[in-house]
Protein backbone atom coordinates (compact mmCIF):
# COMPACT_ATOMS: atom_id res chain seq x y z
CA UNK A 1 0.00 0.00 0.00
CA UNK A 2 1.04 3.71 -0.58
CA UNK A 3 1.81 6.27 1.91
CA UNK A 4 -2.19 6.62 1.83
CA UNK A 5 -3.58 6.25 5.35
CA UNK A 6 -6.18 4.32 6.59
CA UNK A 7 -7.57 7.23 8.57
CA UNK A 8 -7.00 10.82 8.84
CA UNK A 9 -9.47 13.05 11.02
CA UNK A 10 -8.37 16.51 10.21
CA UNK A 11 -9.62 19.22 13.03
CA UNK A 12 -12.30 17.78 14.73
CA UNK A 13 -14.17 20.33 16.72
CA UNK A 14 -17.00 19.21 18.76
CA UNK A 15 -18.80 21.95 21.07
CA UNK A 16 -21.10 21.19 23.78
CA UNK A 17 -23.22 24.02 25.85
CA UNK A 18 -20.41 25.35 28.35
CA UNK A 19 -18.07 22.70 26.99
CA UNK A 20 -15.78 21.94 23.99
CA UNK A 21 -15.31 18.38 24.23
CA UNK A 22 -13.02 18.15 20.50
CA UNK A 23 -11.11 21.21 19.45
CA UNK A 24 -9.09 21.02 16.40
CA UNK A 25 -8.45 17.01 16.41
CA UNK A 26 -5.94 15.63 14.32
CA UNK A 27 -6.11 11.68 14.45
CA UNK A 28 -3.87 9.57 12.06
CA UNK A 29 -4.43 5.34 11.74
CA UNK A 30 -1.94 3.50 9.71
CA UNK A 31 -3.59 0.11 8.08
CA UNK A 32 -2.85 -2.84 10.27
CA UNK A 33 -1.69 -0.52 13.08
CA UNK A 34 -3.51 -0.70 17.11
CA UNK A 35 -3.47 2.80 17.81
CA UNK A 36 -4.70 3.61 21.58
CA UNK A 37 -6.11 7.20 22.50
CA UNK A 38 -5.48 7.82 25.74
CA UNK A 39 -6.77 10.74 28.05
CA UNK A 40 -8.42 11.49 31.64
CA UNK A 41 -11.98 11.56 31.85
CA UNK A 42 -13.74 13.80 30.28
CA UNK A 43 -10.82 14.15 27.45
CA UNK A 44 -13.15 13.73 24.63
CA UNK A 45 -12.22 10.28 23.23
CA UNK A 46 -15.85 8.98 23.28
CA UNK A 47 -17.02 12.11 21.65
CA UNK A 48 -14.40 12.06 18.48
CA UNK A 49 -15.52 7.79 18.51
CA UNK A 50 -18.48 8.61 17.97
CA UNK A 51 -18.18 11.14 15.64
CA UNK A 52 -15.96 8.48 13.62
CA UNK A 53 -18.77 5.71 13.61
CA UNK A 54 -21.80 7.99 12.80
CA UNK A 55 -23.64 8.84 16.14
CA UNK A 56 -22.68 12.50 16.62
CA UNK A 57 -21.88 15.37 13.79
CA UNK A 58 -18.64 17.27 14.41
CA UNK A 59 -19.25 21.13 13.57
CA UNK A 60 -16.19 21.33 11.89
CA UNK A 61 -13.08 19.09 10.49
CA UNK A 62 -12.91 16.33 8.19
CA UNK A 63 -12.11 12.60 7.67
CA UNK A 64 -10.30 10.89 4.73
CA UNK A 65 -10.58 7.56 4.95
CA UNK A 66 -7.82 5.31 2.46
CA UNK A 67 -7.05 8.43 1.01
CA UNK A 68 -10.83 10.09 0.24
CA UNK A 69 -13.14 12.37 2.44
CA UNK A 70 -16.38 11.06 3.56
CA UNK A 71 -19.55 12.25 5.40
CA UNK A 72 -20.12 9.80 8.20
CA UNK A 73 -23.55 10.43 9.17
CA UNK A 74 -24.73 7.27 10.60
CA UNK A 75 -23.34 3.95 11.95
CA UNK A 76 -24.90 1.94 9.09
CA UNK A 77 -22.70 4.53 6.87
CA UNK A 78 -19.15 3.72 8.97
CA UNK A 79 -20.31 -0.07 8.93
CA UNK A 80 -20.56 0.11 5.07
CA UNK A 81 -16.97 2.02 4.92
CA UNK A 82 -15.76 -1.21 6.96
CA UNK A 83 -16.14 0.36 10.27
CA UNK A 84 -17.06 -1.34 13.43
CA UNK A 85 -17.37 -0.81 16.38
CA UNK A 86 -17.93 -2.40 20.33
CA UNK A 87 -19.20 0.32 22.84
CA UNK A 88 -18.65 -0.58 26.83
CA UNK A 89 -21.90 -1.41 27.23
CA UNK A 90 -23.01 -3.94 24.37
CA UNK A 91 -26.02 -3.95 22.27
CA UNK A 92 -27.93 -7.47 22.67
CA UNK A 93 -30.77 -8.57 22.88
CA UNK A 94 -30.68 -11.26 25.60
CA UNK A 95 -33.99 -13.12 24.71
CA UNK A 96 -32.45 -13.68 20.75
CA UNK A 97 -29.81 -16.04 19.70
CA UNK A 98 -26.12 -14.83 18.61
CA UNK A 99 -27.46 -15.53 14.99
CA UNK A 100 -30.27 -13.45 15.38
CA UNK A 101 -28.44 -10.71 17.27
CA UNK A 102 -26.07 -10.76 14.38
CA UNK A 103 -28.67 -10.70 11.33
CA UNK A 104 -30.44 -7.55 13.24
CA UNK A 105 -27.45 -5.60 12.73
CA UNK A 106 -26.23 -6.84 9.13
CA UNK A 107 -29.66 -6.41 7.48
CA UNK A 108 -29.80 -7.67 3.75
CA UNK A 109 -26.39 -8.59 4.18
CA UNK A 110 -26.62 -11.06 6.71
CA UNK A 111 -27.99 -13.91 3.94
CA UNK A 112 -30.46 -16.99 4.85
CA UNK A 113 -30.51 -18.14 8.20
CA UNK A 114 -28.27 -21.23 7.13
CA UNK A 115 -25.17 -19.46 5.66
CA UNK A 116 -25.69 -17.01 8.38
CA UNK A 117 -24.93 -19.69 11.25
CA UNK A 118 -22.24 -21.39 8.82
CA UNK A 119 -20.18 -17.90 8.79
CA UNK A 120 -20.49 -17.07 12.01
CA UNK A 121 -19.24 -20.68 13.17
CA UNK A 122 -16.13 -20.22 10.59
CA UNK A 123 -15.32 -16.91 11.00
CA UNK A 124 -15.23 -17.44 14.87
CA UNK A 125 -13.15 -20.16 14.82
CA UNK A 126 -10.75 -18.38 12.57
CA UNK A 127 -9.93 -15.60 15.06
CA UNK A 128 -9.98 -17.93 17.96
CA UNK A 129 -13.32 -16.69 19.53
CA UNK A 130 -15.88 -19.93 19.01
CA UNK A 131 -19.26 -19.08 19.18
CA UNK A 132 -22.90 -21.34 18.76
CA UNK A 133 -25.12 -19.48 16.71
CA UNK A 134 -28.11 -20.98 18.17
CA UNK A 135 -27.04 -20.03 22.16
CA UNK A 136 -29.17 -17.41 23.07
CA UNK A 137 -27.57 -14.29 24.36
CA UNK A 138 -28.67 -14.83 27.92
CA UNK A 139 -27.00 -18.09 28.09
CA UNK A 140 -23.35 -16.08 27.34
CA UNK A 141 -20.85 -15.18 29.50
CA UNK A 142 -19.67 -11.34 29.25
CA UNK A 143 -16.50 -12.81 27.50
CA UNK A 144 -18.33 -14.64 25.03
CA UNK A 145 -21.30 -12.08 24.13
CA UNK A 146 -17.98 -9.40 23.82
CA UNK A 147 -17.11 -12.02 21.33
CA UNK A 148 -20.44 -11.92 19.62
CA UNK A 149 -20.32 -7.71 19.08
CA UNK A 150 -16.53 -8.44 17.89
CA UNK A 151 -17.78 -11.22 15.04
CA UNK A 152 -20.94 -9.11 14.60
CA UNK A 153 -17.85 -6.47 12.66
CA UNK A 154 -15.68 -9.28 11.77
CA UNK A 155 -18.16 -10.13 9.16
CA UNK A 156 -18.58 -6.48 7.92
CA UNK A 157 -15.46 -6.82 5.72
CA UNK A 158 -13.79 -5.21 8.88
CA UNK A 159 -11.02 -2.40 8.21
CA UNK A 160 -11.05 -0.73 11.75
CA UNK A 161 -12.04 -1.84 14.75
CA UNK A 162 -12.95 0.64 17.55
CA UNK A 163 -12.82 -0.91 20.95
CA UNK A 164 -14.29 1.36 23.54
CA UNK A 165 -12.33 -0.08 27.28
CA UNK A 166 -12.33 -3.53 25.38
CA UNK A 167 -10.60 -5.83 28.75
CA UNK A 168 -12.67 -4.17 31.65
CA UNK A 169 -15.35 -7.19 31.56
CA UNK A 170 -13.08 -9.81 31.11
CA UNK A 171 -11.16 -12.33 32.89
CA UNK A 172 -7.61 -12.54 32.65
CA UNK A 173 -7.40 -15.69 30.17
CA UNK A 174 -10.09 -13.46 28.27
CA UNK A 175 -7.93 -10.74 27.94
CA UNK A 176 -5.26 -13.00 26.38
CA UNK A 177 -7.34 -14.79 24.01
CA UNK A 178 -8.73 -10.72 23.04
CA UNK A 179 -4.99 -9.55 22.49
CA UNK A 180 -3.99 -12.85 20.44
CA UNK A 181 -7.23 -11.93 17.96
CA UNK A 182 -6.34 -8.58 17.49
CA UNK A 183 -3.06 -9.03 16.17
CA UNK A 184 -4.25 -11.75 14.05
CA UNK A 185 -6.24 -9.11 12.84
CA UNK A 186 -3.50 -6.44 12.24
CA UNK A 187 -1.59 -8.92 10.49
CA UNK A 188 -4.50 -9.39 8.09
CA UNK A 189 -3.78 -5.29 7.77
CA UNK A 190 -7.30 -4.36 9.66
CA UNK A 191 -6.44 -1.49 12.08
CA UNK A 192 -7.61 -0.80 15.63
CA UNK A 193 -8.24 1.86 17.92
CA UNK A 194 -7.94 0.76 21.15
CA UNK A 195 -9.47 2.86 24.24
CA UNK A 196 -8.57 2.01 27.44
CA UNK A 197 -7.30 3.55 30.71
CA UNK A 198 -5.36 0.32 31.87
CA UNK A 199 -1.74 1.36 30.53
CA UNK A 200 -0.04 -1.82 31.41
CA UNK A 201 -2.23 -3.02 28.46
CA UNK A 202 -2.06 -0.07 26.30
CA UNK A 203 2.03 -0.22 26.36
CA UNK A 204 1.60 -4.07 25.88
CA UNK A 205 -0.25 -3.84 23.14
CA UNK A 206 0.02 -1.19 21.10
CA UNK A 207 1.80 0.44 18.22
CA UNK A 208 1.41 3.91 18.37
CA UNK A 209 -0.82 6.15 20.44
CA UNK A 210 -2.29 9.83 20.48
CA UNK A 211 -2.88 11.59 23.48
CA UNK A 212 -6.01 13.91 24.52
CA UNK A 213 -6.50 16.71 27.45
CA UNK A 214 -9.41 18.85 27.42
CA UNK A 215 -10.53 17.79 23.80
CA UNK A 216 -6.61 18.66 22.50
CA UNK A 217 -4.28 16.44 20.80
CA UNK A 218 -1.48 16.95 23.32
CA UNK A 219 1.35 14.23 22.18
CA UNK A 220 2.05 10.88 20.31
CA UNK A 221 4.29 8.45 21.65
CA UNK A 222 5.23 4.49 21.04
CA UNK A 223 3.75 2.60 24.05
CA UNK A 224 6.17 0.41 23.76
CA UNK A 225 9.10 2.76 24.73
CA UNK A 226 7.01 4.02 27.43
CA UNK A 227 6.19 3.22 30.93
CA UNK A 228 2.43 3.67 32.64
CA UNK A 229 4.02 6.36 34.47
CA UNK A 230 5.23 8.39 31.55
CA UNK A 231 2.06 7.92 29.47
CA UNK A 232 0.17 9.08 32.85
CA UNK A 233 2.29 12.15 33.14
CA UNK A 234 1.21 13.06 29.20
CA UNK A 235 -2.32 12.25 29.61
CA UNK A 236 -2.76 14.62 33.21
CA UNK A 237 0.43 16.90 32.55
CA UNK A 238 1.83 16.19 36.14
CA UNK A 239 3.18 13.08 37.66
CA UNK A 240 0.98 10.56 39.38
CA UNK A 241 1.82 8.24 42.10
CA UNK A 242 1.07 4.52 40.72
CA UNK A 243 1.95 2.47 43.57
CA UNK A 244 0.56 -0.82 44.31
CA UNK A 245 1.13 0.13 47.93
CA UNK A 246 -0.83 -2.64 49.74
CA UNK A 247 -1.73 -1.42 53.40
CA UNK A 248 -3.62 -4.40 54.66
CA UNK A 249 -6.05 -3.98 57.92
CA UNK A 250 -7.53 -7.09 59.59
CA UNK A 251 -10.49 -4.92 60.71
CA UNK A 252 -12.31 -5.14 63.77
CA UNK A 253 -15.64 -6.10 65.02
CA UNK A 254 -18.12 -7.20 62.19
CA UNK A 255 -20.71 -5.09 61.02
CA UNK A 256 -22.41 -6.89 58.45
CA UNK A 257 -22.82 -10.46 59.25
CA UNK A 258 -24.42 -12.92 56.05
CA UNK A 259 -25.69 -16.36 57.13
CA UNK A 260 -27.16 -19.03 55.20
CA UNK A 261 -28.77 -16.87 52.56
CA UNK A 262 -29.88 -18.19 49.96
CA UNK A 263 -32.32 -17.07 46.92
CA UNK A 264 -34.84 -18.49 44.96
CA UNK A 265 -34.33 -17.14 41.16
CA UNK A 266 -37.52 -14.83 39.98
CA UNK A 267 -36.53 -14.49 36.46
CA UNK A 268 -35.25 -16.52 33.73
CA UNK A 269 -32.02 -14.34 34.14
CA UNK A 270 -31.67 -14.30 37.95
CA UNK A 271 -29.27 -16.05 39.90
CA UNK A 272 -30.29 -18.08 42.78
CA UNK A 273 -27.68 -17.74 46.06
CA UNK A 274 -26.43 -20.64 47.96
CA UNK A 275 -26.45 -20.62 51.37
CA UNK A 276 -23.74 -17.23 51.25
CA UNK A 277 -22.31 -16.84 54.11
CA UNK A 278 -19.38 -14.23 54.75
CA UNK A 279 -18.54 -11.29 57.38
CA UNK A 280 -17.59 -8.05 56.60
CA UNK A 281 -15.88 -6.58 59.71
CA UNK A 282 -15.14 -2.56 60.72
CA UNK A 283 -12.16 -1.49 59.07
CA UNK A 284 -11.45 -3.91 56.47
CA UNK A 285 -12.18 -4.06 52.76
CA UNK A 286 -13.77 -7.76 51.19
CA UNK A 287 -13.49 -7.32 47.59
CA UNK A 288 -15.15 -10.45 45.51
CA UNK A 289 -14.59 -11.46 41.99
CA UNK A 290 -16.68 -13.35 39.42
CA UNK A 291 -17.57 -13.27 36.14
CA UNK A 292 -20.72 -10.99 35.54
CA UNK A 293 -23.91 -13.06 36.24
CA UNK A 294 -23.00 -14.98 38.72
CA UNK A 295 -24.91 -13.90 41.36
CA UNK A 296 -22.92 -10.88 42.08
CA UNK A 297 -25.84 -8.60 41.39
CA UNK A 298 -28.31 -10.45 43.71
CA UNK A 299 -25.87 -10.69 46.39
CA UNK A 300 -25.81 -6.84 46.03
CA UNK A 301 -29.36 -6.15 45.62
CA UNK A 302 -30.27 -8.72 49.09
CA UNK A 303 -27.70 -6.04 50.48
CA UNK A 304 -29.21 -2.76 49.83
CA UNK A 305 -32.77 -3.67 50.00
CA UNK A 306 -33.11 -3.58 46.28
CA UNK A 307 -34.56 -7.11 46.80
CA UNK A 308 -36.42 -7.54 50.12
CA UNK A 309 -36.57 -10.75 51.26
CA UNK A 310 -39.44 -11.01 54.23
CA UNK A 311 -39.29 -14.40 55.27
CA UNK A 312 -35.52 -14.74 55.66
CA UNK A 313 -33.21 -13.13 58.79
CA UNK A 314 -30.10 -14.31 57.40
CA UNK A 315 -28.39 -10.69 57.27
CA UNK A 316 -27.31 -8.38 60.42
CA UNK A 317 -25.86 -4.78 60.35
CA UNK A 318 -24.18 -4.32 63.88
CA UNK A 319 -26.44 -7.15 65.06
CA UNK A 320 -29.83 -5.74 63.89
CA UNK A 321 -31.90 -8.32 61.62
CA UNK A 322 -31.93 -6.43 58.43
CA UNK A 323 -33.74 -8.27 55.46
CA UNK A 324 -36.86 -7.29 56.11
CA UNK A 325 -35.93 -3.39 56.09
CA UNK A 326 -36.05 -0.85 53.03
CA UNK A 327 -32.94 0.42 51.78
CA UNK A 328 -33.82 3.89 53.27
CA UNK A 329 -33.91 2.41 56.63
CA UNK A 330 -30.96 0.31 55.74
CA UNK A 331 -28.99 3.77 54.98
CA UNK A 332 -30.18 4.76 58.25
CA UNK A 333 -27.65 2.49 59.67
CA UNK A 334 -25.42 3.42 57.91
CA UNK A 335 -25.20 1.75 54.35
CA UNK A 336 -24.03 3.91 51.16
CA UNK A 337 -24.02 1.79 47.86
CA UNK A 338 -22.63 2.63 44.37
CA UNK A 339 -24.34 0.23 42.16
CA UNK A 340 -22.54 -1.27 38.62
CA UNK A 341 -25.41 0.56 36.74
CA UNK A 342 -24.36 4.42 37.00
CA UNK A 343 -26.81 6.07 34.69
CA UNK A 344 -30.36 4.60 35.71
CA UNK A 345 -29.24 3.22 39.53
CA UNK A 346 -26.32 5.68 40.68
CA UNK A 347 -28.04 8.46 38.88
CA UNK A 348 -30.80 10.01 37.73
CA UNK A 349 -29.75 10.79 33.68
CA UNK A 350 -31.85 13.86 33.78
CA UNK A 351 -31.45 15.39 36.69
CA UNK A 352 -28.74 17.89 37.36
CA UNK A 353 -25.54 16.99 39.99
CA UNK A 354 -27.44 18.98 42.90
CA UNK A 355 -30.44 16.60 42.91
CA UNK A 356 -28.41 13.15 42.64
CA UNK A 357 -26.54 14.43 45.22
CA UNK A 358 -29.95 14.84 47.08
CA UNK A 359 -31.26 11.51 46.38
CA UNK A 360 -28.90 9.69 48.47
CA UNK A 361 -27.85 12.56 51.56
CA UNK A 362 -31.08 13.99 51.98
CA UNK A 363 -30.96 12.56 55.46
CA UNK A 364 -27.80 14.49 56.19
CA UNK A 365 -29.16 17.91 56.80
CA UNK A 366 -30.16 18.72 53.48
CA UNK A 367 -33.85 19.00 54.35
CA UNK A 368 -35.43 20.86 57.23
CA UNK A 369 -39.05 20.73 58.23
CA UNK A 370 -40.00 19.52 54.95
CA UNK A 371 -37.99 21.97 53.02
CA UNK A 372 -34.85 21.61 50.71
CA UNK A 373 -32.13 23.78 51.72
CA UNK A 374 -31.12 24.64 48.38
CA UNK A 375 -27.72 26.05 49.57
CA UNK A 376 -26.79 23.08 51.27
CA UNK A 377 -27.36 20.93 48.77
CA UNK A 378 -25.29 23.22 45.86
CA UNK A 379 -22.79 23.37 48.96
CA UNK A 380 -22.46 19.67 48.80
CA UNK A 381 -22.55 19.04 45.07
CA UNK A 382 -19.72 21.65 44.88
CA UNK A 383 -17.58 19.95 47.83
CA UNK A 384 -18.07 16.67 45.28
CA UNK A 385 -17.11 18.24 42.05
CA UNK A 386 -13.68 19.98 43.62
CA UNK A 387 -12.83 16.87 46.15
CA UNK A 388 -13.32 14.13 43.24
CA UNK A 389 -12.21 16.38 40.44
CA UNK A 390 -15.44 15.73 38.49
CA UNK A 391 -15.01 17.70 35.04
CA UNK A 392 -18.37 19.30 34.09
CA UNK A 393 -19.27 22.64 33.39
CA UNK A 394 -21.65 23.17 37.26
CA UNK A 395 -23.43 21.31 39.54
CA UNK A 396 -26.80 22.12 37.11
CA UNK A 397 -24.84 19.77 34.78
CA UNK A 398 -27.28 16.94 33.98
CA UNK A 399 -26.16 13.99 35.48
CA UNK A 400 -26.05 12.37 31.41
CA UNK A 401 -24.24 15.15 29.87
CA UNK A 402 -20.94 13.76 32.20
CA UNK A 403 -18.64 11.50 30.84
CA UNK A 404 -18.56 7.60 32.05
CA UNK A 405 -15.47 7.98 34.42
CA UNK A 406 -16.27 11.65 36.05
CA UNK A 407 -20.37 10.59 36.60
CA UNK A 408 -18.71 7.44 38.41
CA UNK A 409 -16.27 9.86 40.13
CA UNK A 410 -19.16 11.75 41.24
CA UNK A 411 -21.46 9.23 42.28
CA UNK A 412 -18.41 7.52 44.58
CA UNK A 413 -17.81 10.67 45.96
CA UNK A 414 -21.37 11.22 47.25
CA UNK A 415 -21.64 7.79 48.78
CA UNK A 416 -17.78 8.31 50.58
CA UNK A 417 -18.84 11.93 51.54
CA UNK A 418 -21.79 9.98 53.55
CA UNK A 419 -19.28 8.44 56.50
CA UNK A 420 -21.39 5.39 56.05
CA UNK A 421 -20.67 2.16 58.52
CA UNK A 422 -21.26 -0.02 55.79
CA UNK A 423 -20.02 0.69 51.75
CA UNK A 424 -21.46 -1.20 49.40
CA UNK A 425 -19.91 -1.24 45.71
CA UNK A 426 -20.11 -2.25 42.56
CA UNK A 427 -16.80 -1.84 39.96
CA UNK A 428 -15.56 1.21 42.05
CA UNK A 429 -13.43 2.48 39.28
CA UNK A 430 -14.69 0.99 36.35
CA UNK A 431 -14.21 3.39 33.24
CA UNK A 432 -12.36 6.01 35.33
CA UNK A 433 -8.81 7.14 34.38
CA UNK A 434 -5.59 7.01 36.25
CA UNK A 435 -5.57 9.76 38.26
CA UNK A 436 -8.74 9.27 39.37
CA UNK A 437 -8.34 5.43 40.15
CA UNK A 438 -5.42 6.51 42.79
CA UNK A 439 -7.99 8.89 44.64
CA UNK A 440 -10.72 6.74 44.27
CA UNK A 441 -8.49 4.05 45.93
CA UNK A 442 -7.19 6.56 48.59
CA UNK A 443 -10.49 7.55 49.52
CA UNK A 444 -11.97 4.14 49.78
CA UNK A 445 -8.58 3.14 52.00
CA UNK A 446 -9.20 6.21 54.22
CA UNK A 447 -12.82 5.31 54.95
CA UNK A 448 -11.92 1.82 55.77
CA UNK A 449 -8.89 3.03 58.36
CA UNK A 450 -11.36 5.17 59.76
CA UNK A 451 -13.81 2.24 60.45
CA UNK A 452 -15.73 1.76 57.50
CA UNK A 453 -16.99 -2.27 56.47
CA UNK A 454 -16.23 -2.40 52.55
CA UNK A 455 -17.53 -4.82 50.40
CA UNK A 456 -16.38 -4.25 47.12
CA UNK A 457 -17.79 -6.65 43.45
CA UNK A 458 -15.28 -6.18 40.84
CA UNK A 459 -14.08 -7.60 37.45
CA UNK A 460 -10.88 -5.49 37.83
CA UNK A 461 -8.75 -8.46 39.37
CA UNK A 462 -5.91 -5.70 39.35
CA UNK A 463 -7.80 -3.45 41.10
CA UNK A 464 -9.24 -6.45 43.44
CA UNK A 465 -5.45 -6.80 44.57
CA UNK A 466 -4.51 -3.87 44.73
CA UNK A 467 -7.05 -2.86 47.51
CA UNK A 468 -8.59 -5.51 49.27
CA UNK A 469 -7.90 -7.21 52.60
CA UNK A 470 -9.52 -10.35 51.84
CA UNK A 471 -10.21 -11.74 48.41
CA UNK A 472 -12.70 -14.40 47.10
CA UNK A 473 -14.77 -15.10 43.91
CA UNK A 474 -18.63 -15.94 42.97
CA UNK A 475 -19.95 -18.24 40.98
CA UNK A 476 -23.27 -19.51 40.43
CA UNK A 477 -24.93 -18.28 43.22
CA UNK A 478 -21.93 -19.94 45.61
CA UNK A 479 -19.10 -17.87 47.25
CA UNK A 480 -15.49 -19.57 47.55
CA UNK A 481 -13.27 -18.92 50.37
CA UNK A 482 -11.54 -15.32 51.26
CA UNK A 483 -7.66 -15.49 51.36
CA UNK A 484 -5.26 -12.15 51.75
CA UNK A 485 -4.54 -11.22 48.16
CA UNK A 486 -0.50 -12.01 49.12
CA UNK A 487 -1.38 -15.39 49.62
CA UNK A 488 -3.98 -16.21 46.86
CA UNK A 489 -2.28 -16.80 43.40
CA UNK A 490 -3.91 -15.13 40.65
CA UNK A 491 -4.33 -18.87 38.91
CA UNK A 492 -6.30 -20.03 41.98
CA UNK A 493 -8.95 -17.04 42.28
CA UNK A 494 -9.42 -17.52 38.19
CA UNK A 495 -10.30 -20.99 39.21
CA UNK A 496 -12.49 -19.70 41.63
CA UNK A 497 -14.03 -17.60 39.27
CA UNK A 498 -15.03 -20.48 36.73
CA UNK A 499 -16.50 -22.31 40.00
CA UNK A 500 -13.77 -24.91 41.26
CA UNK A 501 -14.19 -24.58 44.61
CA UNK A 502 -14.90 -26.42 47.95
CA UNK A 503 -17.95 -24.43 49.42
CA UNK A 504 -17.81 -27.13 52.37
CA UNK A 505 -14.75 -25.86 53.42
CA UNK A 506 -15.33 -21.87 52.96
CA UNK A 507 -14.50 -20.15 55.98
CA UNK A 508 -15.78 -16.61 55.52
CA UNK A 509 -15.09 -14.95 59.01
CA UNK A 510 -12.17 -13.27 58.37
CA UNK A 511 -10.11 -14.70 61.10
CA UNK A 512 -7.34 -16.81 60.27
CA UNK A 513 -6.28 -15.90 56.76
CA UNK A 514 -3.52 -13.68 57.19
CA UNK A 515 -1.94 -16.29 58.89
N1 LIG B 1 -24.31 15.00 25.09
C1 LIG B 1 -23.49 15.82 25.76
N2 LIG B 1 -23.94 17.02 26.24
C2 LIG B 1 -23.11 17.84 26.91
N3 LIG B 1 -21.81 17.58 27.16
C3 LIG B 1 -21.30 16.42 26.71
C4 LIG B 1 -22.12 15.47 25.99
N4 LIG B 1 -21.34 14.42 25.66
C5 LIG B 1 -20.10 14.67 26.16
N5 LIG B 1 -20.09 15.88 26.77
C6 LIG B 1 -18.92 16.50 27.42
O1 LIG B 1 -17.82 16.42 26.55
C7 LIG B 1 -16.61 16.16 27.27
C8 LIG B 1 -15.91 14.96 26.64
O2 LIG B 1 -16.67 13.79 26.95
P1 LIG B 1 -16.26 12.35 26.43
O3 LIG B 1 -17.34 11.40 26.83
O4 LIG B 1 -15.91 12.42 24.99
O5 LIG B 1 -14.94 12.08 27.27
P2 LIG B 1 -14.06 10.74 27.41
O6 LIG B 1 -12.64 11.13 27.14
O7 LIG B 1 -14.62 9.67 26.56
O8 LIG B 1 -14.23 10.42 28.96
P3 LIG B 1 -14.33 8.98 29.75
O9 LIG B 1 -12.94 8.43 29.81
O10 LIG B 1 -14.82 9.38 31.10
O11 LIG B 1 -15.28 8.10 29.01
C9 LIG B 1 -17.00 15.95 28.71
O12 LIG B 1 -16.70 17.13 29.43
C10 LIG B 1 -18.49 15.72 28.68
O13 LIG B 1 -19.11 16.23 29.84
Redesign the pocket.
Known amino acids: MSNVKRLAMLGITKE ?2 G ?1 K ?1 NDEVFLDIEHGEIHALL ?10 MKMLYGVVKPDSGSIIWNGKPVSIDQPSVARGLGIGMVFQHFSLFETLTVSENIALVLGDQAGNSKTLADRIKTTSERYGMPLDPDRRISSLSTGERQRVEIVRCLLLNLQLLILDEPTSVLTPQEVDNLFKTLRQLTKEGCSVLF ?1 S ?1 KLHEVTELCDSATI ?1 RA ?1 KVTGHCNPKEETSESIARMMVGEDIAISNDCRRSLGTDVFANIENLSTTSTGQFDVALKNINLQVKRGEIVGIAGIAGNGQEELLKALSGEDIHPNSKSITFAGTVIDQLTPLQRRRLGLAFVPEDRLGRGAVPDLDLCDNALLTSFDSGLVKNGFLRKSKIVELADKIIKKYKV ?2 AGNH ?1 AA ?7 LQKFIVGREIDQEPNFLLMSHPTW ?3 IGAQVAIHDAILQLRDRGCAILIVSEDLDELYKISDRLGAICDGQISQFLAPEVLPLVKLGQWMAGDFDTTTADNKGVSQHD
Request: net charge negative; hydrophobic share 25%; with cysteine.
Open positions: YPCAGENGAGKSTLIHLGKTDASLSGGNGVD
